[in-house]
Nanobody, 116 residues
Framework: QVQLVESGGGLVQAGGSLRLSCAASGGNILTFNGMGWYRQAPGEQRELVAQ???????NYADSVKGRFTISRDNAKNTVYLEMNSLKPEDTAVYYCNANSIRGSYWGQGTQVTVSS
């Protein structure tokens, strides 16, 4: 059973930075078709923030391009989301997702709050 555990969220002032981590167990991230970060703000739908494919292709939401970077450390079986120049509108619960031939998996989420 694949499990994803996010960490690194917290409270930060606008303009600040955070790095989120998603540690995977029960499966090798190299075998996943792709992994991604999503976020959900109160009263809003969950939206894609960034994704990285098995071939290391990346894709970002327009709202975070140039500010966020997704990466992974295969040796640590972990995916990261480096978030810079944070804005209050980035406030949300951030979820890690992994897609494999066996299904789609989600972490429990980590709260990111950006104060103005």
């Amino acid at each position: 059973q694949v499990q994803l555990v996010e960490s690194g969220g917290g409270l930060v002032q606008a303009g600040g930075s955070l790095r989120l981590s998603c540690a995977a167990s029960g499966g090798n991230i190299l075998t996943f078709n792709g992994m991604g970060w999503y976020r959900q703000a109160p009263g809003e739908q969950r939206e894609l923030v960034a994704q990285i494919t098995r071939g290391d292709r990346t894709n970002y939401a327009d709202s975070v391009k140039g500010r966020f970077t997704i990466s992974r450390d295969n040796a640590k079986n972990t995916v990261y989301l480096e978030m810079n120049s944070l804005k209050p509108e980035d406030t949300a619960v951030y979820y890690c997702n992994a897609n494999s031939i066996r299904g789609s998996y989600w972490g429990q989420g980590t709260q990111v709050t950006v104060s103005s």
